[in-house]
Each structure stands twice: as C-alpha cells, then as structure tokens.
C-alpha cells in the first residue's frame, strides 16, 4: 500500500419468522407472521373467546399442551404455533318423577 485507504463494512442481523395462526373461537396476540432477531425471546399470549377454551396448542406442528402463553427463546430458527379453540359443553341429565 503506497496511502491511506477505508474500509467499511454493513452488517445485518439474522432474523427469523414465526407463524402465529388460530381457528375460530378465541386468538393469539402477536398473530400473523413476526420477525424475531436472532437470539430475542417472543411471548404468545392465547386466549379463548367467551363460550369457548382452547383445545390445544401446537408449536412447530407439534402439539405441546392446552395453554395460555407460549414462550421462543433464544430464537435460532423460524416457528410456527396454532391454537385451536372448542365451544365448551355441558351435560344436562334430566329425570322425572313419577316416571
């Protein structure tokens, strides 16, 4: 080298989505898809609608409990997590007397 010369670099973060869906009966929030960093955690908050409870939750295609809240961290790689939702149901048993 005969001077002085610059060097710059850019460097950008690796990000990762997760894929946040649900059925009909209740909702996820964050929903849709998020960009995480890498190395971020990411909190999912599930809730029933009235008349309604989650059925199950699964992350990554797996199913992982019925829950309210789901934790990613330390985020590495893209994810995904359903929640599915069910009305509740009773049982009415009725009897008479005399028959």
Known sequence: MDQNRSASAIFIIDSYTIVATTGPGGAIEPDRQIHVNHGDDKDFIITADTEYETADVDVNGVF???????????????????ASFSLFEYTITVSASPA
């Not at 809240?69 to 790689?77: G, L």
Request: proline share 0%.
């Open 64 to 82: 992982v409990a019925s829950m309210a809240n789901c934790t990613f961290n330390n985020v590495v790689s893209d994810h995904s997590i359903d």
